[in-house]
Nanobody, 123 residues
Framework: QVQLVESGGGLVQAGGSLRLSCAASGRPFSMYAMGWFRQAPGKERDFLAT????????RYADSVRGRFTISRDNAKNTAYLQMNSLKPEDTAVYYC????????????????WGQGTQVTVSS
């Protein structure tokens, strides 16, 4: 079992930056690939980024590639999502997720989820 807690969300102006954190507890963090997803009101939850256990392999959705960066610090049991050049359409609840083994891009392949953190980008 892995428990995940996101933090770092908030209100930011368009063009600004935020860094989300996902703190993990439970089983050894390095066993898990991590992913970030988001869900806007009235929409499905979308994949954003994923990273493997060691941090040397990542994958991004086209919508955020070049603006968002996923990373992890296994010594701190924490994954991060650095978000730059934010746009109003980035407004959503952001979730981190974990799965054992290699990274995946589909939410159905993740076993553990955080409670989400709200990100609001004003124009």
């Amino acid at each position: 079992q892995v428990q995940l807690v996101e933090s770092g969300g908030g209100l930011v102006q368009a063009g600004g930056s935020l860094r989300l954190s996902c703190a993990a507890s439970g089983r050894p963090f390095s066993m898990y690939a991590m992913g970030w997803f988001r869900q806007a009101p009235g929409k499905e939850r979308d994949f954003l980024a994923t990273i493997n256990w060691s941090g040397d392999s990542t994958r991004y959705a086209d919508s955020v590639r070049g603006r968002f960066t996923i990373s992890r610090d296994n010594a701190k049991n924490t994954a991060y999502l650095q978000m730059n050049s934010l746009k109003p359409e980035d407004t959503a609840v952001y979730y981190c997720a974990a799965r054992p083994g290699n990274w995946r891009t589909r939410e159905t392949e993740y076993d553990y989820w955080g409670q989400g953190t709200q990100v609001t980008v004003s124009s």
